[in-house]
């Protein structure tokens, strides 16, 4: 008998009663998990597997499959239900960590990430904005796509007023040192980078604490987006949907 806790990221039906859902995981990345009855108007299994429910599973294998023996709720994330766009914004999110199942060798500080930002998004603590570019960001950082933040690779300056940040390098070069930047390149300012910085390098007890202007994160978000997008090399349907709101 095994227990996990995880977070449901995605249902899919099949039969009249069962379905399959994708878990994000504690220690296990993201697993697979069958859940039989879970469609049926009482089935007791269905509250506990819905999506966005952190459960603790409690399961077994037989034969190379997996059974789940029963599930214990530890949090609902009901209120995300309130609003389209906080909705919507979290099934993108999930289609992110689904994407990134190969790189998950240790899905701890990602499902921590996941979880502390459903927080926000439900508590409507921060911005969308802020917390889209959040996640985006430091979630590429923790499978292994953290952009270089230190200083400008030719001559080292720490505080530019303007770089330019390539999303493909993953680097910036200050614009005294940039000549010809290439057609990944954004044109950030100084506060900019900061947001960044703060966003790779915080730890999370600090990395929701911090404000910036309306320019400065309009301009983050596009960075933010554009680098995951490169990074993945995919786009996310749930995102045009998001984005359409």
């Known amino acids: 008998m095994t227990i996990i806790e995880g977070i449901v990221l995605k249902e899919r039906s099949f039969g009249e009663q069962d379905k399959f859902i994708d878990v994000l995981t504690i220690d296990r990345g993201v697993m697979e998990l069958p859940v039989r009855g879970a469609r049926k108007i009482n089935g007791k299994l269905s ?21 789940i023996n029963s599930v214990e709720p530890i949090h609902i994330f009901y209120g995300l239900r309130n ?8 099934s993108y999110f999930a289609d ?13 500080n990602v499902s921590r990430l996941f979880l502390n930002t459903l927080h926000y998004l439900e508590k409507n603590l921060r911005s969308e904005l802020l917390l889209k ?15 270089d933040v230190i200083g400008c ?20 070069l200050c614009t005294d040192c940039c000549n010809s930047p290439d057609e990944y390149s954004f044109k950030l300012k100084l506060p900019v980078l900061s947001a960044i910085r703060h966003i790779v390098l915080s ?7 911090f404000r910036v202007s309306d320019n400065t994160l309009e301009r983050l978000s596009a960075f933010s987006e554009s680098y995951i997008i490169s990074h993945l090399e995919k786009k996310f349907n749930t995102l045009d949907f998001y984005k359409s709101l």
Request: charged share 25%; net charge negative.
């Open 47 to 67: 509250a506990s597997t819905q999506l966005f429910a952190y459960s603790r599973f409690c399961f077994e294998q037989k034969k190379n499959r997996l059974y």
């Open 83 to 90: 609003s389209l766009s906080a909705i919507s914004l979290a």
């Open 96 to 108: 992110i960590v689904r994407s990134c199942t190969p790189e998950l060798t240790d899905s701890e």
């Open 133 to 147: 570019s959040i996640f985006e960001i430091r979630l590429m950082s923790e499978i292994g796509f953290m952009p």
């Open 153 to 172: 690779r030719v001559c080292g300056n720490f505080e530019p007023d303007e770089i330019y940040f390539s999303v493909k390098s993953g680097g910036f």
């Open 203 to 209: 730890d999370f007890d600090r990395l929701f604490n």
